[in-house]
């Protein structure tokens, strides 16, 4: 965690006003996880990101969900992310990851993957060091995925520095209970 506070404290349900309640009804009967009630700030905003990060999360994305989740988890690695990186690690957990994957992600690619899921994080590498895809690591991603999927691994990747980047700098905090990946802790 970049932070151990929050710069920007989540609403709680009794504090929504009814712009933010009406941007929160896609999680109505569902505990108000930190990061939505720090986004509830900016009701419009998260609007629209809920948007693309719903096509990102959904089966529209045409990654299978376990390959997506080393993407995020790598971007969330990479971006020093404990909240992300924390939050992916038990959806990973659920997708078919092992604890010994999550800790390989954070290794990288040279460690013990095979070729298909090798690219994937080589992928998220480039794209988080360069914004760039080498036509190497293209053309690894090529051999084992379409062309619709390489571009959800760059749409995928895409969205979890964003999100990174806004948990980083905002300081959202694992909800209670969680501990943060000892790797990500500063």
Known sequence: MRLSTPRIQPLK???LNDEQREALKPFEGRPLLNIFGTLAH???????FLEWGNYVLSRR???????????????GYLCKSGYEFGQHTRIGLASGLSEADIANIKKGADAGWGPADAALIRAADELVKDHFISDATWAALKAHFDQKQCMDVVFTVGQYTQVSMFLNTFGVQLEGGQKPDPDLVA
């Not at 994305?61 to 971007?75: A, D, M």
């Open 13 to 15: 349900p009794g504090e």
């Open 42 to 48: 900016a009701p419009k905003a998260m609007t629209r």
């Open 61 to 75: 994305n045409s990654l299978p969900e376990r390959e997506r989740e080393i993407v995020i988890l790598r971007v």
